[in-house]
Nanobody, 128 residues
């Protein structure tokens, strides 16, 4: 029943920025922890970033990033707009991949197999 639709991908030059969006159905963002994954040509799908509620407060999000994107990418969500975001900056050719948003209720935030729902992906191509 959960539907996720990514958008915002495109062709960008090295060092540029893009903001990916994931439109989520219903109350998905309020009920699920969310993540972004990517899959490059010839590679397996890999973890990029995740977001879940902080132990401090339900109104504060905790974020997690792969070492390869830490400091360059920022994951966030807007509950009012039912949208998950991935702000990407200082893009590199190795960031080229199809980016997917996903939702989970349990398991590991880092594992593809532990996510319950996936979008269809959006292509990001970084030229050099």
């Amino acid at each position: 029943q959960v539907q996720l639709v990514e958008s915002g991908g495109g062709l960008i030059q090295t060092g540029g920025s893009l903001r990916l969006s994931c439109a989520a159905s219903g109350r998905t963002l309020s009920r699920y922890a969310m993540g972004w994954f990517r899959q490059a040509p010839g590679k397996e799908r890999e973890f990029v970033a995740a977001i879940s509620w902080s132990a401090i407060s339900w109104s504060v999000d905790s974020t997690y990033y792969a070492d390869s994107v830490k400091g360059r990418f920022t994951i966030s969500r807007d509950y009012a707009k039912n949208t998950l975001y991935l702000q990407m900056s200082s893009l590199k050719p190795e960031d080229t991949a199809v980016y997917y948003c996903a939702a989970r209720t349990g398991g590991s935030r880092y594992q593809v197999a532990d996510y319950d729902y996936w979008g269809q992906g959006t292509q990001v191509t970084v030229s050099s």
